[in-house]
């Protein structure tokens, strides 16, 4: 246990199409996080953000009076989200800081799209001929992948759920199956939670394949939405969650793994349910003191359905390429054996890169959730080998 | 067009990808064969790389068929297909896959490549289907 406690979450609202900036938003969120832990922006005295947010801590430190002690990033996108709570809770647990505010911004409808690939190659402007160059070693959109064509993570997400299908040997309508009841559950999800951007649009498996291809066998609705949002989360030291109203939710375990190709929408390594991912997922869980079946729920990243079958081999609910069977026969809703990203996630609620997930598993934890799970118990919230296991 | 951005590392290998040829690293001491290239060999210090090009052939490991256009540049090009190949050598390589349709595409088909014209307009290695046999 790392003696940290969750003891805050907030968010701006969340939409498709906002007038207010990342800046407004994210202040926005934190504020409310604060509220909602019973705080002021005087006690915090660390801050965690992710490399790619476009509100900094200068920025966060002006709007909201804050006197820092400890701050710090965490790279390769999604792959934050677990990782911000890991942050945090060293902090804490060395005596740096005792209240860290984790947070994301990201107007990803109104800024920065995050299923195109204007953001890394430039914008290709029709009046003139200039070529775009593709720089790095990144998957999508890099030196290797970009003059291919290979430009955005749901592209390269394709290609994992290609490999998936055909290591587990399946037909096109099995993998389908079992990628579209990903998608319909989480939409499931969605229609209960009055913060989910899709809560009015409910989706059965005809309405799923009737999705158009993007690019295959990913369809339009196997991959998380664009929004603008932004959410926050507040750990604190054990003294001072003592003080508070409320109970903080315990922080059991966290990782922040990597290791060759193990940063986001890679493909040279193995796939995301390979033996180096399920050792994360086991020392995870074992540092936790929890088993498999111990968990209520959990926060799967979701930039795409494939990710959520691949997360739950890595972290021990099913060996590799057997989730889909279950999946298909079971679902991820309320009354499956495990209810997964139980507020709509990346795919119905919104794509704060993470940070959505992570407030929804505190809510699981305290009793909150719109989708109350019914047995209170420790919550996984993972993104490939980055996760954290939170518990009331 | 889209092209590679290029460096002191990687310049020997697009000038050998403009003639459709696959450049790799491989150690003189521990053999390791290296795609994407690096400075170093990870299997130690001493190590040293040297460039030797490849034979071009592997095995399919995966594919997409991109339907929606992520940039404007490739949008004249849809559908595209970008493949997944384990090659003969060991590394991954992300390449177009020409002269099939998704239905001819089975798991760890033969593939080789050859000069062709990538998704992003540049003249780079494709991969086609082959029929040769795989490597004993």
């Known amino acids: 246990m790392t003696g940290a406690l969750v003891v805050g979450v907030g968010e701006s609202a ?55 002690r400890y701050y710090s990033q965490t790279g390769y996108g999604g792959l934050g989200a677990p990782a911000v709570i890991g942050h945090a809770a060293a902090a804490i647990a060395s005596g740096l800081a005792r209240v860290v505010v984790c947070y994301r911004s990201l107007n990803g409808w109104s800024r920065t799209r995050y299923g195109r690939a204007e953001r890394t190659l430039g914008a290709a402007d029709g009046s003139r001929s200039g070529d775009l160059t593709a720089s790095g070693d990144r998957a999508p959109s890099g030196a290797f992948a970009g003059p291919y064509g290979l430009l955005s993570p749901g592209q390269v997400m394709a290609l994992w759920a290609r490999e998936y299908q055909w290591k587990a040997g399946l037909t096109d309508a099995q993998l389908a199956g079992a990628l579209g009841r990903v998608a319909i559950d989480q939409r499931q999800y969605a229609s209960a939670n009055h913060r989910a951007i899709m809560r009015d649009r409910p989706l059965d498996l005809s309405g799923y ?63 995301r349910n390979g033996p180096q991912y399920r050792r994360v997922g086991a020392e995870l869980l074992r540092a936790a003191g929890v088993k498999p079946a111990d968990i209520v729920a959990a926060m799967i990243y979701d930039a795409t359905t494939i990710s959520v079958l691949l997360g739950l081999e890595a972290y021990g609910f099913h060996e590799p390429f057997t989730s889909w069977r279950a999946v298909t026969a079971h679902g991820i809703g309320p009354a499956s054996p495990l209810p997964v990203n139980t507020s709509g996630g990346h795919l119905s609620e919104a794509y704060v890169h993470g940070m959505n997930l992570l407030t929804e ?14 047995r209170l118990g420790p919550v996984l919230v993972s993104s490939g080998p980055s996760a954290v296991v939170l518990a009331p | 067009m889209i092209v590679p951005g290029e460096s002191r590392l990687t310049a020997g290998y697009w000038a050998a990808a403009r003639r459709g040829v696959i450049l790799l690293q491989r150690c003189a001491t521990c053999a390791a064969v290296l795609h994407p290239p690096a400075p170093v060999c990870p299997g130690g210090s001493d190590h040293e790389l040297s460039w030797f090009e490849a034979s071009g052939r592997g095995r399919l490991a995966s594919f997409t068929s991109v339907e929606h256009a992520a940039h404007a540049a490739v949008r004249d090009r849809l559908p595209y297909l970008v493949a997944l190949v384990d090659l ?49």
């Open chain 2, 88 to 136: 003969d050598e060991g590394p991954r390589f992300i390449c177009n896959l020409e002269g099939a349709t998704p239905a001819e595409l089975t798991p760890g088909a033969r593939v080789v490549v050859r000069p062709g014209r990538a998704a992003g307009g540049l003249e780079l290695p494709v991969a086609v289907l082959a029929d040769d046999p795989p490597p004993s």
């Open chain 1, 361 to 374: 598993a505190v809510r699981q934890c305290r009793g909150e959730s719109a989708s109350q799970v019914s």
């Open chain 1, 14 to 68: 969340y939409s498709r199409g906002t007038d207010r900036s990342e800046w407004e938003l994210a202040v926005e969120a934190v504020s409310r996080a604060l509220a909602d832990a019973g705080l002021a922006a005087s006690d915090v005295d660390g801050l965690v953000r992710y490399s790619y947010d476009e509100v900094d801590e200068a920025m966060l430190s002006r709007s909201l009076r804050l006197r820092l």
């Open chain 1, 209 to 271: 394949l009737a999705g158009r291809m993007i690019s295959s066998p990913l369809r339009l609705f196997d991959l998380a939405l664009e929004s603008d949002g932004a959410a926050a989360v507040v750990v604190a030291a054990p003294s001072v969650a003592a003080a508070l109203s409320r109970p903080g939710v315990r922080v059991l375990a966290a990782t922040a793994g990597l290791f060759p190709y193990a940063e986001s929408v890679s493909v040279y390594g193995e796939l």
